[in-house]
T-cell receptor, first 116, second 114 residues
Framework: SQQGEEDPQALSIQEGENATMNCSYKTSINNLQWYRQNSGRGLVHLILIRSNEREKHSGRLRVTLDTSKKSSSLLITASRAADTASYFC????????????????FGSGTQLTVLP | NAGVTQTPKFQVLKTGQSMTLQCAQDMNHEYMSWYRQDPGMGLRLIHYSVGAGITDQGEVPNGYNVSRSTTEDFPLRLLSAAPSQTSVYFCASSSPRGRGYGYTFGSGTRLTVV
């Protein structure tokens, strides 16, 4: 079953605009991660936010986490055509053995298109 | 280049055939996982390993076997391919020693079962 669900499923913006994607999940987590996937390629790890963190920045990326609402958002500022990709949130759960807990559960992704 | 290497990149199988998808990493990562990705869906965990000699089932393990005899390699075996196993398969690795715990993914194997 999918732990995370991204919203929207698809997003189209103009270059230079900001893009916001949301992720909701169902169970308690240890951390939440965002990945990017370019068409036909593997996933690339973007950023990780732990359950005791509320906000994290990395370059043009800003991630927030609200554990009370079981939701996260990914903001990409000043978007570029090269940001066109699918973006996935993935959660690492609490509990269980450390090995099983480290396994990720992915959402279905947001397809971002940045128009030049 | 350091990373996760998957072979082959593309494969067509007939129903009932068997094959092994190869995965190797050179980062000395303890954790390795296999996922499948179907159209319009996220990745679903098939099997994972937390170290050499240790494997466990994920969300969708039926029809797949794994073994982990070395830290570097984590092959995925399809014993009797079925059309429902048509998918893109990704191998990933991670280390619990790093601060990030982010996974490094291979470029995928696109499998078609006819």
């Amino acid at each position: 079953s999918q732990q995370g669900e991204e919203d929207p499923q698809a997003l189209s913006i103009q270059e230079g605009e900001n893009a916001t994607m949301n992720c909701s999940y169902k169970t308690s987590i240890n951390n939440l991660q965002w990945y990017r996937q370019n068409s036909g390629r593997g996933l690339v790890h973007l950023i990780l936010i732990r359950s005791n963190e509320r906000e994290k920045h990395s370059g043009r990326l800003r991630v927030t986490l609200d554990t009370s609402k079981k939701s996260s958002s990914l903001l990409i500022t000043a978007s570029r055509a090269a940001d066109t990709a699918s973006y996935f949130c993935a959660t690492s759960k609490t509990g269980g053995t450390s090995g099983s807990a480290r396994q990720l559960t992915f959402g279905s992704g947001t397809q971002l298109t940045v128009l030049p | 280049n350091a990373g996760v290497t998957q072979t082959p990149k593309f494969q067509v199988l007939k129903t009932g055939q068997s094959m092994t998808l190869q995965c190797a990493q050179d980062m000395n990562h303890e954790y390795m996982s296999w996922y499948r990705q179907d159209p319009g869906m996220g990745l679903r965990l098939i099997h994972y390993s937390v170290g050499a000699g240790i494997t466990d089932q994920g969300e969708v393990p039926n029809g797949y076997n794994v073994s982990r005899s070395t830290t570097e390699d984590f092959p995925l075996r399809l014993l009797s391919a079925a059309p429902s196993q048509t998918s893109v398969y990704f191998c990933a690795s991670s280390s619990p020693r790093g601060r990030g715990y982010g996974y490094t993914f291979g470029s995928g194997t696109r499998l078609t079962v006819v």
